[in-house]
């Protein structure tokens, strides 16, 4: 079965700095779909970045960008030039390409300090 | 689009009682989701559907639960009766999905169920 692990409950980071979340997962596909989502305290979930497992290139969005190590199995989120509004909890999800079963990770709450 | 739409917003009720959360995915989207979120266990997975098909009712708790998607465009999930370790915030999420492309995943906001 397919795991998502994220080992840091919460992180912090100072306004306009750079944070790495990390996100580790477990599977014996090979086409697979990795995903970043946001919640804020709304709670509405929200896409941040996604990474499809057969391209090589790290996902890019805006500040938000990925390092996606296939072979490690690692799929880190680096959010540059924090602002307030990203402090949220942070999910890593994976969805395999055969069963589209999305799973989530326990999430890293994200502090954002002025 | 309206995005997916859940009902209620806030439930609370009495343990024993039994509960109906509702959901209507974004239309187009064949894949339906529901996830239970609570402090403890996070977000976890409790079945989805495709095509109005269960295809893996893996994460549900127990018989207590049981979810129906009659047609493409609703779906229901009960508890029966409810309990007060019940209490948390279940998501309803659709998607398309097909062809080895699974797509974003939309989020409703949630029914907060409290069971006392």
């Known amino acids: 079965a397919q795991t998502v692990t994220q080992s840091q409950p919460e992180m912090s980071v100072q306004e306009a700095e750079t944070v790495t979340l990390s996100c580790t997962y477990d599977?014996?596909?090979?086409?697979?779909?990795l995903f970043w989502y946001k919640q804020p305290p709304s709670r509405q979930m929200i896409l941040v970045i996604r990474?499809?497992?057969?391209?090589?290139q790290n996902a890019t969005e805006n500040r938000f960008s990925v390092n996606f190590q296939k072979a490690a199995k690692s799929f880190s989120l680096k959010i540059s030039d924090s602002q307030l509004g990203d402090a949220a909890m942070y999910f890593c999800?994976?969805?395999?390409?055969?069963?589209?079963?999305?799973?989530f990770g326990t999430g890293t709450r994200l502090k954002v300090l002025a | 689009d309206a995005g997916v739409i859940q009902s209620p917003r806030h439930e609370v009720t009495e343990m024993g009682q039994e509960v109906t959360l509702r959901c209507k995915p974004i239309?187009?989207?064949?894949?339906l989701f529901w996830y239970r979120q609570t402090m403890m266990r996070g977000l976890e997975l409790l079945i989805y559907?495709?095509?109005?098909?269960?295809?893996?009712d893996s994460g549900m708790p127990e018989d207590r639960f049981s979810a129906k998607m009659p047609n493409a465009s609703f779906s229901t999930l009960k508890i029966q009766p409810s309990e007060p370790r019940d209490s948390a915030v279940y998501f309803c999420?659709?998607?398309?999905?097909?062809?080895?492309?699974?797509?974003?995943?939309?989020f409703g906001e949630g029914s907060r169920l409290t069971v006392l």
């Open positions: 559907f495709n095509n109005n098909v269960p295809i893996d």
């Open positions: 239309s187009g989207h064949n894949s």
């Open positions: 999420a659709s998607s398309f999905v097909g062809g080895g492309r699974a797509g974003e995943l939309f």
């Open positions: 990474q499809e497992a057969y391209k090589q």
């Open positions: 999800a994976y969805s395999s390409s055969g069963t589209y079963k999305y799973i």
């Open positions: 599977t014996s596909e090979s086409d697979y779909y």
